[in-house]
Nanobody, 120 residues
Framework: QVQLVESGGGLVQPGGSLRLSCAAS????????MGWYRQAPGKQRELVAF???????KYAESVKGRFTISRDNAKNTVSLQMNSLKPEDTAVYYC??????????????WGQGTQVTVSS
């Protein structure tokens, strides 16, 4: 089993910044990707960004140039630096990890979610 613990959410004014972090633990054999989804009120779940084991990155068009995803391989941690935040970034942000474990083939695991609110 894999556990993901998120931190860093909160309330910020438009134009401000927040940094989200997610730490993965458990019997992980290989990490194929880690990333972030978000879900805003009345909206579909959206993939925000992910980073592969080879450190290749992808971003939603709406956050390109403003958000940066990174990994610390030694700690199995992924972070999302969010700059120039807009009210439309308000959502619950969910960390995910695509990993294999010592007893299971590759699967997806999810964090509990952290609220990000951008408002003046």
């Amino acid at each position: 089993q894999v556990q993901l613990v998120e931190s860093g959410g909160g309330l910020v004014q438009p134009g401000g910044s927040l940094r989200l972090s997610c730490a993965a633990s458990g019997s992980i054999s290989s990490i194929y990707a880690m990333g972030w989804y978000r879900q805003a009120p009345g909206k579909q779940r959206e993939l925000v960004a992910f980073i592969t084991g080879g450190r290749s990155t992808k971003y939603a068009e709406s956050v390109k140039g403003r958000f940066t995803i990174s990994r610390d391989n030694a700690k199995n941690t992924v972070s999302l630096q969010m700059n120039s935040l807009k009210p439309e970034d308000t959502a619950v942000y969910y960390c995910y990890a695509h990993v294999s474990t010592t007893t299971a083939t590759p699967d997806y695991y999810w964090g509990q979610g952290t609220q990000v609110t951008v408002s003046s």
